[in-house]
């Protein structure tokens, strides 16, 4: 057992983990950044205010980036093929951002209002596109 665990955690495989995994935490991070700098309403101070609303919004999208960004790191060819691809990710996912606020009238208000339904549907197409986003960048087997 002991030489199974040596051969999971060689020196090779333990800085490819701390690699991607500080390079796919500064790119969740620029996300967040972008993300909450383009929303109209301030995420941060809704949160620490307690809405609910802002929280939930904000948690889809993160996780709805996090999920092709999590796919991208299983297939990518190396670490500029998974930069470049997040960066994609990060991109489609503040399109659905967008579109979803020319489809909700006053977005921003209604969540600054603690409007829960605006939220949970932003949260679901987030989420939702986020899937989507992740298949689309699965390599085919064609």
């Not at 020196?11 to 109209?40: E, V």
């Not at 603690?114 to 989420?127: C, H, K, L, Q, S």
Request: with cysteine; net charge positive; charged share 10%.
């Amino acid at each position: 057992m002991l030489d199974a665990l040596q051969f999971s955690l060689n020196k090779i495989a333990l800085l490819g983990f701390i690699i991607y995994m500080g390079t796919a935490a500064l790119l969740f991070s620029l996300y967040q950044f972008i993300y909450t700098r383009l929303t109209p309403h301030k995420e941060f101070r809704l949160i620490r205010e307690n809405n609910v609303a802002a929280a939930v919004g904000l948690g889809g999208a993160l996780v709805g980036y996090a999920i092709p960004a999590g796919n991208i790191i299983s297939y990518s060819a190396n670490l500029l093929d998974f930069v470049v691809w997040a960066l994609i990710a990060a991109v489609v996912q503040l399109l659905a951002f967008f579109i979803t606020h020319q489809v909700i009238r006053d977005l921003p208000g209604r969540i600054q209002r603690g409007e829960m339904t605006a939220a949970i549907y932003t949260a679901a197409v987030a989420i939702s596109v986020g899937l989507l986003n992740a298949a689309c960048m699965t390599p085919s087997n064609g």
